[in-house]
């Protein structure tokens, strides 16, 4: 590896790899490993409810009504149980694989209460055990469709209390006393499902405001490194299946360190704020801008020839040249370089690109700053029209 290879940030940030082996989104991976450990979860509880009912039926307080229709539910949940735990291993990750677990053991413990009592069975806590792990793993959503299932189950037990299903119904007697028990279980459930519906929409919030800071860069606003890479993955892939061109930039500011050491770190800061928001404002809504670190940002130009790249990269450099940055009543007077490579023009491989207008880059800081420059494999050829760049000079406002 050469010195160049070693001192560029570029480098330091592939690693080695190449811009095709980043992960597409990172966070859709996250969601599915977090729904493995749901099932993971899941299975654990299935199996626990499956032991706690094989024991608890023994004892005499709670005897089944048919202990062989029991039998036939505890056999055909434990075998669904084992088969999504271990024969279905490689569909933990689908949200199907784990709602169809969880209605699997909502429909088992209604059997379950259906055979130990109705309505006086000691199993109904149940049914807030699957409202409530619905709720946290599925969303609001599934958590009110097994609310309304409950509600039904409930109704149906109710009307199987008072022999509705055995008997004529003009012998039917429901009275208020009754239907008090019920209808507080009811009201329970419901209230839970909501409950546990608000907790998971504000998670999912929260999970949204930490995917925001994952991609984005906290201080400037702009893409981070990794979400640019991501974003441009996508576009050279779509690029080559449509024979099109791209453009990349590389963008440094030239007088960093002298703003730090003139009026301190926080005016450093603000040249970096005030860099990318005049940068931002004169790209396409198609254009990507990303802060690479430090005073050194990154632009992606879909469908943009060498050409165009480099009158853009050269708008950019004098809009920033001509519009000096405020300071505590000081004029900064800002300059940047910025290094240019295209695709097909400089290979037809995304990561060598990116490491071509780093090159290029650097190209620009050899020339004086404050130019533009196309990656050229002589270290000495400039842009189409080089710049002269004035020192970084600083006054008081109103000075002359």
Partial sequence: MSSYEKSSPIYSLLSGQRVGQIPIDEHKEIDREERAAHQK?????????????????????AQAFDLRVLNSAVVAFGLFAVAARF??????REPWHLALNTWAMLLFTAVLIWQTGFLSSPFQSLFFLCIMLTGAM????????????VTVCMLLLAAADRNAFSGSLSSLKVDTEYLSGPLIRLSLIWLLAWAVSQVSEEAEVTKEKIRQLSRTDQLTGLWNMKMLLIFMQREYQ?????SGKF???????DSL????????????????VFISETMRSGLREEDMLARFGGDEFVAFLPETSCKDAWM???????RIEDVPLVYEGHTV?????????CFPDHGNDLTEIMKKADRALYQSKDLGKNCCTIFNEDSSAAAPEPVSPPEPRFSRAGDP
Avoid at 138 to 149: D, F, H, S, V
Avoid at 238 to 242: A, D, F, H, S, V
Wanted: charged share 15%.
């Fill in 87 to 92: 024969a279905w291993r490689r569909h933990h």
């Fill in 257 to 272: 360190k002298a703003v730090n050491d003139m009026f301190g770190h926080h005016a450093g800061t603000m040249l970096i």
């Fill in 41 to 61: 979860m899941l299975s654990r509880i299935q199996f626990l409810l499956l032991g706690l009912t094989f024991f608890s039926t023994r004892l005499p307080c």
């Fill in 247 to 253: 453009s990349v930039l590389m963008i440094d500011a």
């Fill in 312 to 318: 853009v990269a050269e708008r950019l450099r004098r």
């Fill in 238 to 242: 779509r690029t080559l299946t449509r």
């Fill in 138 to 149: 599925l969303g609001p959503k599934t958590a009110y469709q097994q609310a309304g299932a």
């Fill in 333 to 341: 007077h800002i300059t940047v370089s910025c290094g240019i490579a």
